[in-house]
């Protein structure tokens, strides 16, 4: 059974860091994707970066270059989101998801993923 859960949203100043972690189960990375994305109330689903479990290769979107890394943790089923220069506009519910890839490198769009966890609030203010 495939399953993926966040942890580490919380409450960050503007410029601040927060690191989100999502943990895999069900199956084995080296075969799928990982891509974090983030919703505010009334929008859809947004990426924000991917990663590629085999090869570690990633893509982010441009407003996150630079600020956000994703990570897969020492070959295991943990993918991380350092988030650093934290900015209000960051704010949302981050959510993991998942899905097979072949040779391909991991895709931001939002249809690829089959498999979601329930997210994690993150909140950016003064």
């Known amino acids: 059974q495939v399953q993926l859960v966040e942890s580490g949203g919380g409450l960050a100043q503007p410029g601040g860091s927060l690191r989100l972690s999502c943990i895999a189960s069900?199956?084995?990375?080296?075969?799928?994707?990982i891509g974090w994305f983030r919703q505010v109330p009334g929008k859809e689903r947004e990426p924000v970066s991917c990663?590629?479990?085999?090869?570690?290769?990633?893509n982010s979107v441009d407003p996150v270059e630079g600020r956000f890394t994703i990570s897969r943790e020492n070959a295991k089923n943990i993918v991380h989101l350092q988030m650093n220069s934290l900015k209000p506009e960051d704010t949302g519910v981050y959510y993991c998801?998942?899905?097979?890839?072949?040779?391909?490198?991991?895709?931001?769009?939002?249809?690829?993923?089959?498999?979601w966890g329930q997210g994690t609030q993150v909140t950016v203010s003064t």
């Open positions: 069900g199956f084995n990375l080296d075969f799928y994707a």
């Open positions: 998801g998942a899905y097979r890839i072949f040779f391909e490198g991991c895709s931001l769009l939002r249809t690829y993923y089959d498999y």
């Open positions: 990663i590629k479990g085999r090869d570690g290769s990633t």
